[in-house]
């Protein structure tokens, strides 16, 4: 079977309350060494409309798929149920845990992203992505600070769902784990690209500790500049340039802080 007739083979019964449709997606199977979903991880489509992107991520074609897909009124598409392994993170680490696939729940948030004039998320959109999110994570216990971007798990590859996805809003609903991040001084630049010393060995720490996969080198290299962006896009979005500043350092502090004291 093929098309039409293999994904109708393939209808299942929605995992939330929230979904408004289903439309079952090929490229899945099940879940490596029996894992259980322990990440969410948010992404933006990347398309001009959520029922392109729902097609192409439903696809054989596509070699991607995804659980969700939430368009810009907040409707929510179903393509693979929550228990199996959808294609939507590709090569990609957190925690130590390479194979995220099997270990994750993904959403792809319409949006055509940063080449195509990156507008804002709507206000229904956020909304409903709250309300899916925390819906998730209540029924898989998935932690705080275990739903992330895309970037997140990325930084070298990616940059969705970006620097104006409003993780404050999400956090404000209860799904994420977030602070309010240090403002930024316009006269701290920070470090440039290539310096080392004992500021870029505790910030590489840092990260690695909070679930970046960084290297331990001591030197802000390529690999630590991008994943520096990455999280700058998700905690600290005023200013993403990868430089290692104060306010990029003390937001960091301030995570690694909150999770100590929960």
Known sequence: MTGEAERSAQVFAPDTVYADAVFPAVNVEPRLDG????????????????????RWLACAES???????????????????????????????????????????GIEIQNPGHEDGYPDFPPAQMAAVARLAAD??????????????????????????GEKFDWSQ????????????EPVDASD??????????????????LASYGYGVPRTGVLDTETV?????FQRHFRPARVDGRLDGSTARTLARLLSGLCST
């Open 170 to 181: 999400l956090a404000s609903s209860g799904v994420g784990h977030w602070v309010p991040p």
């Open 35 to 54: 894992q259980q979903p322990r990440f969410l991880i948010l992404h933006y489509t990347g398309m001009s409309c959520a029922k392109k992107a729902v």
């Open 136 to 161: 998730i994570c209540r029924r898989n216990e998935i932690a705080p600070r275990d739903v992330l971007a895309h970037s997140d798990i990325a930084p070298h590859r990616k940059i969705d769902p």
């Open 63 to 105: 070699r991607v798929s995804c659980h969700y897909v939430l368009d810009e009124d907040g409707a929510i598409t179903q393509l693979v149920p929550e228990r199996l392994r959808a294609w939507h993170a590709g090569l990609s680490m957190w925690d130590g845990i390479t194979d995220i696939n099997s270990a994750s729940i």
């Open 189 to 206: 630049l920070g470090f440039d690209p290539g310096y080392a010393g004992p500021a870029v060995t505790e910030i590489q720490a840092g």
């Open 226 to 230: 991008s994943v520096l962006r990455a």
